[in-house]
Structure formats: C-alpha cells, structure tokens
C-alpha cells in the first residue's frame, strides 16, 4: 500500500488527536505547587506551558500539524524505529558498551539511536544508565542531541516499591501510601513533584501511574504499587496523577491494562490468567483507566495477562486485539498511545517467539513496542510484515501519528522541553521534600492498637529497617535484621529484647522468617508494636503483636513518619485503602 499524502495524513491526524494526551478540565482539587523550575535548571519553556495540549503545542503549532510535518519527511525504516523503545547501555550516551554492541551492532546509546531512530528509550540502573543527577542529565542530553526524531525518554519512577532513580530524586511515598490520604491532591501533588524532578533530568515520561485495583492479597506483583482495593477511590488516584505529571510537563501512563490486581502469578515469570466476567471487568478494573482516558492520559500501558472471559483466544492482552482494540480503543474512546509492558517478561513470551510477539502486538492495536529482548529480531520482523501487507502502511502511520502527536503535545518535538541542569539541589528541592514528608505524615495508618501509643521506656527495633528507624527514635537501641531474618539473628533481638520495654519490629512483605520474628519477640512478654512497609495484607497474617502501624514503604520519609508516630509527634490518620481482617 502505498504511503499517504501530507494532505492525507493531516487528514487522519485531525480525527486522532481529540482524545489524545490533552489536559483535561480541572478536577476540582487545586493542587499545591512549587515555582516553575528548580534553581539551576534551565528552561526554554513557561510554565503555563507544561500542561499543553494537542490543541496547542508549546511552540505554538498544533500538535496534528507538527505530526504530521514530521511523518512526510520519514522513510518507512525511520517510522518503524518510531514503534520501538529499548534499553540501551551505559552511562554516556557516546560511551562504548558491550551490550549495545551485542544487541544493536554498535557502541554506545548515541550510535544505536542513530542507527534505528527509535521511538525512545526507557532508563534504569541495572542498564547502568542512572548514576547522578549531572551524569543522568547529561546522558539524555547526549540521546536527543544523538536522534533525528526527538525521543520520548522514559523512567519507572512509580515511587515507593518501584522507584528507579533511587536517592537522586525525593523520596516520595508510593501509590498505597498515597491511598491511605483519601485524598487526590495528595496524588497529584506527588505526581508533580516527581515530574518536575524527572524533567529537569531530561526525562520527559513516567511510567505511572499503576491503574490496576489490587483486590488479591496475594498479589506478587502490584500490592502497594495499587492506590488500593475500591475502584472508585483508586479512580479518583489515578485522574488525579495523570493531572499532576501534566501539570509538570511531562507524559504519563496509566497501566497495566485491562488490569493487573487480581492475580496470583508475577507476569514477570510466568502467565496471569483473571477470570473477571465482563461486568465484572467493567465494575473492577476498568474505572480507574476510564478516569485515565477522560483526563486525557498519554500512554495505557498493556498487561502480560489472560482474560479469558474478555477475549477467549488465550492470547495475553498485550497481542489481543479484542482488548486493546475492542475494549481500550472503541469501547473506552481511547486514541492516544498503546504501550506493551515489557516485552523480555515471561508473561508475553510463552506462546510465540520474539519476533512474532512484536508484529501480533501492533496487530492487536500496540503503538509502542517495550523492551524487546532481541531488538535486531523484533525490528526486522515488523520491518518485514509491513513490507509484505501484513502490517499496512495506514496502520504504521497510525501509530507513528499518535507518537508524534504525543511528542508534540508535550515540547517533544521542537525542543521546548527543559533543557537538563541536573543539578543535585534542583531535583531534592526544600519545597518538594516537604511536600512529600506532609502526604507520608499523612499517610500513617492506626492499624491495630493506636490507644497504645506512644511507646514508652527504652525501645529496641528490629526487622529489615531496623537500624534506619531507631536512629530517628531517641535513645532507641537495634537489632537489624534482613529481609529473612536468621535464626541467629532472631535470637539476638530476643536477648536485647529483654532491656527493652517496648519492641517495634519493621515488617516489608513478611514471609516466614519475619512472621517468626514477630512471633518470637511476642513471646519476650514486652509490648510489640509492627510497623509495616509494604502492603499492610502482612499484618493479617502475622501473630504475637500488641500494636501496628502501616506506612508503605521503607523510604527515609516513611520511616521519619513513622517514628513521628511512636513517639507522639502526629496522630495516624491514614485510613486503609484495602480490606484487611487483623488479629
């Protein structure tokens, strides 16, 4: 098939971009906010310009137009490039590495954008792209200076469990925690602080925030990832979020769609199957991706999971077009970019290899091909069936449309994003620190024996955290244990228990080891107060405690506002955001 003329493609531009990453109308709450841009950093761009959409790009030009400008000019390997965004390696963009050498046929992150234009590239630490502020900015500066189509660059930065900028960025709590507030301010806020942060690094996409409501306490997976178990509730989150990273400048996406949150298997390792009936899906899972949608989300993110009842092929809904098509495109009206998860995750791999994967997800209704684990393969496969009409020319230019339109409604495309300072002080700004220490004060959850505190006496601490809490708790001695406490080092808690008279044991997704922790200080006869880090479902099966307090998370701003709590200096007022029966 032939490719169509500019003339056409504005055509087609002009009936896609409605629905896609546009800001939508003021959700009611007025979100607090930091000045523009951190000190140090440079801007090209006024505020008022961060949450710009299709309608109106930063430079002035609608983002249809720049769209389809761009998609006139590429050649068809340059628009399948566009589909893709894979994980390069090393510190410098024009730094040799043996990885990109193996998977791509050149050196460095810089040479293999320059080879295959892709769509973009997402960060991460294992990949040995995260270093400091400095060097980070300077590598995403050095990989758009490397591309012909400016690229979208993307981060896991969840916050919480899943936070892959570590210390470079403020601690800010994770999706449960922000749950616990019940209030959507406090979503957004969070969202814009970490999008202010992640766009003065260069990096102008989050992968967040997670739509799905974990309703499994068994969930290996998402748990504390989740805003929580009431679809409603979660909603309100996830709309509100998606309103914060726009309020920053910066493109969000909402996953894992149809949803993850009930299931029992990590689709990292193996195959999810959920048997939500249709009514079922559209009472549980599908509201907070509708919220999503209305609010004019960027990116839905797919999941690797079987939802037999919703398309009966048992194909993973990542390749089935009968819910990325069916359900998200016409049933939700959603026309903005499609992602896969990760295409290296057990969960999409079972069935086909890893070329046939990529071309079956853009069949299905895939924009944007994520991580595949051998690039060279999947680029040529799709490279091949569009060649062959397998694939059409309309329908790739449909998806290099809506990245375009994406990348253009964001300052992607003419340069209007920030140009990265990297500054250390920009990114762990005082106001934004704050910000996040009030929603963690805020997010402590009275759990269990709340009249019982606060603690009294000489305090001992131990579990996984042990030593990082009793530093912020006077006087307080520890026993730190790890994540599997030691029979050893459970016996040793047992003996400083006895000069204690209160023992706080930390808790993080407790499995035996720490449930025999719990128990075995319970038996010492001293008052036991759990702090949970994690997804609080732990403290329903663990025995032997007095008191329990859930905070979500181990990061340094939980755990200050959890000392703040033993020790009297706030009230908990979170509220749980899941079901949960303790002893």
Not at 330 to 343: H, I, K, M, N, R
Not at 419 to 434: L, N
Request: proline share 7%.
């Amino acid at each position: 098939m032939a490719v169509p003329s500019p003339a056409a493609v504005l055509v087609l531009v002009a009936t896609m971009t409605a629905g896609c990453a546009a800001t939508s109308a003021t959700s009611g709450e007025a979100p607090s906010r930091t000045n523009a841009a951190p000190s140090g950093v440079a801007t090209t761009s006024a505020p008022a310009s961060a949450g710009a959409s299709p309608a109106a790009s930063p430079s002035g030009t609608s983002p249809g137009a720049e769209a389809a400008s761009r998609l006139a000019k590429m050649s068809l390997e340059e628009k399948v490039g566009q589909l893709f965004m894979p994980v390069l390696y090393g510190p410098r963009a024009e730094g040799a590495h043996g990885e990109n050498q193996a998977r791509f046929g050149v050196g460095s992150p810089a040479a293999a954008v320059r080879k295959y234009h892709p769509g973009g590239v997402i960060l991460f630490p294992w990949a040995g792209n995260v270093g400091d502020a400095r060097q980070l900015a300077a590598l995403t500066r050095g990989l758009q200076k490397a591309a012909k189509v400016p690229l979208l660059i993307g981060v896991d930065q969840e916050n919480g469990v899943v936070s892959r900028l570590g210390s470079i960025v403020t601690d800010v709590p994770g999706s449960m925690a922000i749950g616990a507030t019940r209030d959507p301010a406090a979503a957004r806020s969070a969202a814009r602080v970490t999008g202010e942060e992640l766009r003065a690094l260069g990096i102008n996409l989050d992968f967040a925030p997670v739509a799905d409501v974990n309703v499994n306490p068994a969930n290996p997976v998402i748990g504390a990832r989740s805003f929580g178990s009431d679809p409603k509730r979660v909603s309100a989150m996830v709309g509100a979020a998606v309103e914060g990273f726009h309020d920053a400048g910066v493109g969000s996406a909402a996953k894992h769609f149809p949803g993850h949150g009930d299931t029992r298997v990590d689709s990292h390792s193996g195959l999810p199957v959920i048997q939500h009936t249709r009514s079922q899906w559209q009472r549980l899972d599908a509201p907070p991706f509708k919220e999503a949608v209305r609010r004019g989300v960027d990116i839905v993110m797919s999941a690797h999971v079987v939802m037999p009842k919703l398309d009966p092929s048992g194909d993973p809904a990542t390749l089935s077009k009968p819910i990325l098509t069916g359900l998200l495109r016409d049933e939700l009206g959603f026309d903005g970019v499609v992602s896969t998860d990760a295409l290296d995750m057990q969960g999409v791999r079972e069935k086909y290899g890893d070329a046939e994967v990529a071309v079956r997800a853009v069949l299905a209704g895939v924009d944007l091909l994520l991580m595949p684990p051998n690039f060279r393969k999947a680029y040529d496969a799709v490279l091949g069936a569009v060649k062959s009409g397998r694939i059409s020319r309309e329908r790739l230019d449909r998806s290099v449309t809506r990245l375009l339109t994406l990348k253009a409604a964001r300052g992607i495309l003419d340069g209007s994003q920030t140009d990265p300072g990297g500054d250390d002080q920009a990114v762990r700004s005082k106001a934004h620190r704050t910000t996040a220490q009030r929603i963690a004060d805020r997010s402590v959850t009275p759990v269990k024996g709340a009249k019982s505190l606060p603690v009294k006496g000489h305090v001992l601490v131990t579990g996984p955290a042990g030593r990082r809490l009793a530093g912020m708790l006077d006087g307080a001695s520890a026993a730190p244990t790890g994540d599997t406490p030691t029979s050893s080092q459970i016996a040793s808690a047992g003996s400083a228990a006895a000069r204690a008279d209160t023992v706080v044991v930390t808790t993080r997704d407790a499995g035996p080891a720490q449930a025999s922790l719990v128990s075995a200080m319970g038996g010492t006869g001293k008052k036991v107060v759990v702090v949970s880090m994690g997804a609080p479902y732990e403290l329903a099966r663990l025995r032997g405690y007095d008191a329990a307090l859930a905070v979500y998370s181990d990061g340094d701003a939980s755990l200050r506002a959890a000392a703040k709590a033993l020790t009297g200096a706030l009230t908990p007022k979170g509220t749980l955001p899941v079901a949960l029966r303790v002893p």
